[in-house]
């Protein structure tokens, strides 16, 4: 693989993890805690409590509706199967009978829920699909943002997208809470997915896995997973604290803060300033960041600048032509394209697919949903101490195909029973585990021309994934089980694709369009296994003299 030697050996002056490699990091995983906020802020904001049909004459004559007896309640609304109140019929007449009609308005529980989207708008029953809409239409919105924000970070700068969302993700958080009305609430949560799960989240992976070392790369990455699962748990700790869903929507806008001064102190990625030919800035980023770290290094700048000037340039495409359409112009990283974006895409749909098929969890909605992020923990810390040692291919394939079998599996048990719910809790630890994995995986594979616009289109799939599995829910009215074997059978195919793509762990990161094309070529599974993996010779830098770095006294 072709590699730019002299940035190398700037980068390298940093060491892989240092002082200022963990302020920066620690400035872009704020973006993962915000990204998990707002991602999951319309389950406490437009929260669906238990409801059934108001009665009149019963309901107007009891200070609370909650204290009305079961049976006068039994002679006005049907139970269903379960032997409950139904929740959208009621008896036509207002006294038991066959004929049944629908509610006319609603009486809502208010043990968790005080207020939210769905009781100010009903949006119950024959309207629950507007309620849905709100947050397919938000993942729609990460879906336009992973793509439009991912190239635009590979053409403007990573800072500059980070920044921007960050601003824009606190405007649109606050202002969304004081929409009056629902169509045009669709339209800000649209705006709202696009900065606030997007641009930032994505942008500040992009600028930590260009920054750090490779030995570090598997423990920033999956803190970034770990830190998105602690957004959520903001979701439930703020929802149980606040009950009005105005004050609780704002509070959740107002996060957006934490991003706001890093257009001051957050620095552009070396990496890519160099790739653009900004080499003077790349080299004064680089300097300010080996005296922080202290090192006892000295960057000799215009050494560097005048080396880079006589070397030979490894770049076959003009720097600012490459984008999301480069992913697919040559066969390998064609390939690895389509290969990674059906990792993203079966990783997302499993995860719900898993969720799913745990049923309906009784008790307080706040703390069922910090356990639900809460689960996710140990996973992460597994993958971080296995992932140098296994290796990217081998951990996400192995997880994804246990996950799918996991989620095949639970189709088939009784829902809400012990067999069932530790099934799915197995295989929600395993698909979030491969799901943080991809994230590193994807970065390591792809070039740093087309680096973020890679991430993006993976972001992208996976919330396609979000958006349609609502959709693949309805098959369900011909067979319960048939969602969940969907999904599981999209998560084998997946995990034993990934077997085709190469291993990037302990290699250097492709710079150019040519590295990602020569990138793993031979190299599978399969062809590892037989000790066919053949190496091209223009993956291999030809032998560089070594170039004395000038110290200084500390």
């Known amino acids: 693989m072709a590699v730019d030697h002299t940035l190398e050996e700037l980068m390298g002056m ?64 049907p139970l269903n199967k379960d032997g409950v109140l139904d929740s959208c019929l009621m008896f036509a007449g207002g006294s038991a009978a066959n004929a049944t009609v629908a509610c006319s308005s609603y009486v ?22 507007m309620g849905a809409l709100g947050q397919t239409i938000y993942m729609l919105g990460v879906f336009t943002g992973a793509v439009w924000l991912g190239g635009l970070a590979d053409k403007i700068g990573r800072k500059k997208v980070f920044c921007w969302s960050g601003l824009l993700q606190l405007i649109l958080g606050v202002a969304v809470a004081f929409t009056p009305e629902y169509y045009s609430f669709l339209v800000l ?55 009005d869903r105005l004050i609780l929507q704002v509070v959740y806008g107002l996060h957006g803060v934490l991003l706001i001064a890093h257009w001051w102190v957050m620095d552009e990625s070396p990496r890519w300033l160099w790739m653009q030919d900004r080499k003077r800035e790349a080299i004064d980023i680089i300097a300010k960041a080996v005296r922080m770290n202290g090192r006892g290094l000295n960057v000799d700048k215009e050494y560097y ?35 990674v974006c059906l990792c993203w895409f079966a ?53 994804m195909i246990v996950g799918g079998i996991c989620c095949i599996v639970a189709a088939y048990l009784t829902r809400g029973s012990v067999e069932s719910t530790t099934i799915v809790m ?16 994807s970065a ?33 009215s011909f067979d319960p089980k048939i969602p969940a074997v969907i999904f599981g059978v999209i998560s084998l195919i997946s995990g034993s694709w ?22 793993g070529r031979g190299d599978t599974a399969f062809s590892s296994c037989l000790g066919r993996n053949k190496t091209h010779i223009e993956d291999i830098p030809p032998a560089q003299p070594m170039v004395p770095m000038q110290t200084i006294e500390r």
């Not at 829920?113 to 100010?120: A, N, Y």
């Not at 708008?121 to 629950?128: E, G, P």
């Not at 809460?374 to 971080?384: D, G, R, W």
């Open 14 to 77: 940093l060491g892989d993890f240092g002082r200022y490699q963990a302020f920066q990091f620690i400035l872009h995983l704020l973006a993962a805690i915000t990204a998990g906020l707002h991602m999951l802020s319309l389950v406490t904001v437009a929260a669906i409590p238990e409801h059934r049909c108001f009665i009149d004459g019963v309901d107007s004559l009891n200070a609370s509706s909650a204290l009305v007896d079961f049976e006068i309640l039994s002679e006005y609304i």
């Open 108 to 129: 809502y529980d208010s043990s968790y829920f005080k207020s939210s989207r769905t009781i100010e708008w009903n949006l119950v029953c024959d309207r629950r699909w």
């Open 189 to 243: 949560r649209y705006l709202y997915g696009i900065f606030g799960s997007a641009g930032s989240y994505i942008t500040g992976f992009v600028l930590t896995m260009e920054l750090v070392g490779s030995s570090k790369r598997t423990p920033c990455g999956i803190s970034f997973q770990a830190a998105f699962a602690g957004g959520i748990i903001l979701v439930a700790a703020w929802g149980a604290l606040i009950p």
């Open 305 to 339: 600048l005048s080396k880079d000037k006589g070397s030979y340039s490894v770049e076959s495409t003009p720097k600012s032509s490459a984008g999301l359409s480069d992913l697919f112009k040559t066969p390998n990283l064609r390939k690895m394209t389509l290969n």
């Open 347 to 399: 990783n997302s749909i499993t995860y719900y697919g898993l969720s799913l098929s745990s049923g309906k969890l009784g008790g307080n909605p706040y703390l069922i949903l910090f356990l639900m992020a809460l689960v996710e923990m140990p996973s992460y810390l597994a993958i971080s101490f296995l992932l140098d040692k296994l290796g990217r291919r081998s951990i996400t394939s192995s997880l």
């Open 426 to 441: 197995f295989g929600k630890l395993f698909i979030a585990g491969s799901f943080a994995v991809i994230y590193n995986y």
């Open 444 to 476: 390591e594979l792809f070039p740093t021309v087309v680096r973020n616009s890679a991430m993006g289109l993976g972001s992208m799939c996976a919330r396609l994934a979000g958006a349609s599995t609502p959709m693949i829910i309805l098959f369900d």
């Open 498 to 519: 990934v077997l085709f793509l190469p291993e990037t762990n302990g290699k250097p990161m492709p710079q150019s369009l040519q590295d990602g094309e020569n990138f």
